[in-house]
């Protein structure tokens, strides 16, 4: 493999390449073929710890200029199953 580049320092800081390799062509192919079969690709702990705690951060500093809306749907239009509540505790 040859040498990572600024960007791909950048990148580890913030994606677990460990356990995502973006890098390896086989992995991309697999995300490739699980997006296709099922419509949505799920990559569990994606991000780092410290990347997750610099966006919750920069989050709560500009939380005053968020837009807030209550959808009842999904991304698909489909009607929402679970509380918003969970799916909010879900990803904090």
């Known amino acids: 493999m040859s040498e990572p580049t600024a960007i791909g320092h950048i990148l580890s800081d913030v994606v677990d390449q460990a356990a995502h390799p973006l890098h390896s062509g086989s992995f991309r192919q697999q995300c490739k073929e699980t997006l ?3 419509g949505v ?3 569990d702990k994606f991000l780092t710890a410290p990347a997750i705690e610099a966006i919750k951060a920069d989050g709560a500093g500009n939380n005053h200029l968020a837009y807030y809306t209550a959808n009842s749907h999904t991304m698909y239009l489909e009607p929402l199953t679970l509380p918003l509540t969970t799916i909010t505790r879900a990803i904090a």
């Open 36 to 38: 296709d079969a099922k």
């Open 41 to 43: 690709l799920v990559l």
